[in-house]
């Protein structure tokens, strides 16, 4: 069983900056391979960035690419999302999520790739 906390969120003015954390529990941190998804509000959950499990490869939406960015230390059981240049459009909660189906360098960008999710974390860009 793992077990993810996310934190970090709040309330940033558009074109601010936050970064989110996501603790992970666990031995095994380093075959996880993690992800970030966010729900607008009214709106389904969608994909925002994913890592591999050393951290080597990432994948990004192509409404984030150049802004946000994902990292890991396995060390810490960490998964992070530096957020940047923060717009109205970002404002969602964000989750982070994990698997241990997928190989040392897969990355999953569906919903459905992951099987642990975090309680989410809320982000509110004000304009």
């Known amino acids: 069983q793992v077990q993810l906390v996310e934190s970090g969120g709040g309330l940033v003015q558009a074109g601010g900056s936050l970064r989110l954390s996501c603790a992970a529990s666990?031995?095994?941190?380093?075959?996880?391979?993690m992800g970030w998804f966010r729900q607008p509000p009214g709106k389904e959950r969608e994909f925002v960035a994913a890592?591999?499990?050393?951290?080597?490869?990432?994948r990004y939406a192509d409404s984030v690419k150049g802004r946000f960015t994902i990292s890991r230390d396995n060390a810490k059981n960490t998964l992070y999302l530096q957020m940047n240049s923060l717009k109205p459009e970002d404002m969602a909660v964000y989750f982070c999520?994990?698997?241990?189906?997928?190989?040392?360098?897969?990355?999953?960008?569906?919903?459905?790739?992951?099987?642990?999710w975090g309680q989410g974390t809320q982000v509110t860009v004000s304009s």
């Open positions: 999520a994990a698997t241990t189906a997928l190989t040392a360098q897969a990355m999953g960008v569906m919903e459905t790739e992951y099987d642990y």
């Open positions: 666990g031995r095994t941190f380093s075959t996880y391979s």
């Open positions: 890592i591999s499990w050393s951290g080597g490869r990432t």
